[in-house]
């Protein structure tokens, strides 16, 4: 349950702001993504970060994401649908010393989130913010997780859930959705596929589609990683951090997040490095990144064991981008086989089985390492973004 300390908070919000042109929009009617087709990108939510706010407001309060109920956007604390999301661990590196070379690295573990990922902060925060807006249903398309977490944070909230579904996604996806009681639609293709379903069924029945990156909200959710990681450092970033990058909400998230709290003045201008993570298989933005392309081209090389990284083309290609140069970080891809040695070098030597996108971060490290792009005595995070549980259909053991 939420404390008193928390309820006591009141959202700085303002508005949803452009981010590429600059229009603005009114936050308390349901928006998705900006009208200009010039640009049609996502909308970042803009808070009143002029106003004084001391970091002294943080004590006492719980451990979860809306510790930071300020700077989210759910006006009415009743709104707030919760199962305690957030504030998950930070954890270094014990038994694998060998490889790190004198560089202190740890995981941001998001496997202990209410639906075991990294999703439950993002749809936590969009079925808050739906709820507040009087949305009745709600449609996504999902590689696994993020179906997995409408469904359970639509059925708490008593809001119906649709969800369009590849096929080839592992079974205990989609028998969570079915517990939950979430519409489960499931799709002969991936989830560029399942995505245009989404937007005709939503142009016919009138649902509210929360597609990645095409609502604000869910970006809101996933910044608190942001907040988070800052906190968990003391307010010194690190220096680097890798990100398994599929649609980008988390990576651009985290960006936000640190742009906000140095407005507060709750930390400095430093940034670290951010690199974003792929697999092989649908590799779009590190190409275009090694290209110098301001944009990415529709890439899908087919299954891969990392459903979250099956995603052709970003619908926030362009951020995403652009985040990596301003941070002056990279992007790379990991194989499959890379992926499942890494998942088992973890389980074996540090206790924890880690999603597949989780074991991408590993792999990428150490190649990151071995050509010097870090250095030692350098402060690397690793994202984990959910649990091996739910893939072990996909993984060998």
């Given at each position: 349950?939420?404390?008193n300390?928390?309820l006591?908070?009141r959202s700085l919000?303002?508005?949803?702001?452009?981010?590429?042109?600059?229009?603005?929009y009114?936050?308390?009617?349901?928006?998705?993504f900006?009208?200009?087709?010039a640009?049609?990108?996502?909308l970042?939510?803009q808070?009143?970060?002029?106003r004084?706010?001391?970091?002294?407001?943080?004590?006492?309060?719980?451990?979860?994401?809306?510790r930071?109920?300020?700077l989210?956007?759910?006006?009415?604390a009743e709104n707030?649908v919760t199962?305690?999301?957030g504030?998950?661990?930070?954890?270094?590196?014990?038994?694998?010393k060998?490889f790190t070379?004198?560089?202190?690295v740890?995981w941001k573990?998001?496997?202990?989130?209410?639906?075991?990922?990294?999703?439950?902060?993002?749809?936590?925060?969009a079925?808050?913010?739906?709820?507040?807006?009087?949305?009745?249903?709600?449609?996504?398309?999902?590689a696994g997780?993020?179906?997995?977490?409408l469904?359970?944070?639509?059925?708490?909230?008593?809001?119906?859930?649709?969800?369009y579904m590849?096929k080839l996604?592992p079974?205990?996806?989609k028998?969570e959705c079915r517990?939950y009681?979430a519409?489960?639609?499931e799709?002969d293709?991936?989830?560029a596929?399942c995505?245009k379903?989404?937007?005709?069924?939503?142009?016919e029945?009138g649902?509210?589609?929360?597609s990645?990156l095409?609502e604000?909200?869910?970006l809101?959710?996933?910044?608190?990683?942001g907040?988070?990681?800052a906190e968990?450092?003391?307010w010194q970033?690190?220096?680097?951090?890798?990100?398994?990058t599929?649609?980008g909400?988390?990576?651009i998230?985290?960006?936000?997040a640190?742009?906000?709290?140095e407005?507060?003045?709750w930390?400095?201008?430093?940034r670290?490095?951010?690199?974003a993570?792929?697999?092989?298989?649908?590799?779009?933005?590190?190409?275009?990144?090694n290209?110098?392309?301001?944009?990415?081209?529709?890439?899908?090389?087919?299954?891969t064991i990392?459903?979250g990284?099956r995603?052709?083309?970003?619908?926030?290609?362009?951020?995403?981008?652009?985040?990596l140069?301003?941070?002056?970080?990279t992007?790379?891809?990991?194989s499959?086989?890379?992926?499942?040695?890494?998942?088992?070098e973890?389980?074996?030597n540090?206790g924890?089985?880690i999603?597949?996108?989780?074991?991408a971060l590993?792999?990428?490290?150490?190649?990151?390492?071995t050509?010097?792009?870090i250095?030692p005595?350098?402060v690397?995070?690793?994202?984990n973004?959910?649990?091996?549980y739910k893939?072990l259909e996909?993984?060998?053991v």
């Amino acid at each position: 349950m939420l404390s008193n300390t928390v309820l006591e908070g009141r959202s700085l919000l303002k508005n949803l702001k452009c981010p590429q042109c600059g229009a603005e929009y009114d936050a308390p009617v349901p928006n998705t993504f900006c009208k200009n087709t010039a640009c049609a990108s996502t909308l970042f939510a803009q808070y009143d970060l002029s106003r004084p706010l001391d970091i002294a407001i943080l004590k006492g309060r719980p451990a979860s994401m809306w510790r930071y109920r300020e700077l989210l956007p759910i006006v009415n604390a009743e709104n707030i649908v919760t199962m305690g999301e957030g504030f998950t661990p930070i954890l270094p590196i014990e038994n694998l010393k060998q490889f790190t070379g004198g560089i202190n690295v740890f995981w941001k573990n998001e496997a202990g989130n209410p639906t075991g990922s990294f999703k439950a902060r993002g749809i936590g925060m969009a079925v808050s913010k739906a709820k507040e807006l009087g949305i009745k249903a709600i449609a996504t398309p999902t590689a696994g997780n993020a179906g997995g977490a409408l469904a359970a944070y639509a059925a708490r909230a008593g809001i119906r859930a649709i969800v369009y579904m590849p096929k080839l996604t592992p079974q205990v996806f989609k028998d969570e959705c079915r517990l939950y009681g979430a519409d489960l639609i499931e799709i002969d293709g991936n989830i560029a596929d399942c995505g245009k379903l989404v937007t005709d069924g939503a142009a016919e029945h009138g649902w509210f589609q929360i597609s990645t990156l095409k609502e604000p909200y869910r970006l809101e959710g996933k910044k608190t990683m942001g907040f988070e990681i800052a906190e968990q450092f003391n307010w010194q970033l690190p220096d680097v951090v890798l990100y398994p990058t599929g649609g980008g909400t988390g990576l651009i998230g985290i960006w936000k997040a640190f742009d906000e709290l140095e407005q507060l003045g709750w930390i400095g201008s430093k940034r670290p490095r951010m690199v974003a993570v792929q697999s092989e298989s649908c590799g779009g933005i590190v190409s275009a990144f090694n290209d110098g392309q301001t944009s990415a081209q529709f890439v899908d090389g087919g299954f891969t064991i990392a459903n979250g990284l099956r995603v052709p083309k970003s619908f926030a290609d362009k951020i995403i981008l652009k985040v990596l140069r301003d941070s002056k970080g990279t992007a790379l891809t990991v194989s499959d086989a890379e992926m499942h040695a890494g998942i088992k070098e973890i389980a074996r030597n540090e206790g924890m089985l880690i999603a597949p996108e989780g074991a991408a971060l590993w792999q990428a490290f150490k190649k990151l390492k071995t050509t010097g792009w870090i250095q030692p005595g350098e402060v690397v995070v690793l994202v984990n973004t959910g649990s091996g549980y739910k893939y072990l259909e996909n993984i060998s053991v």
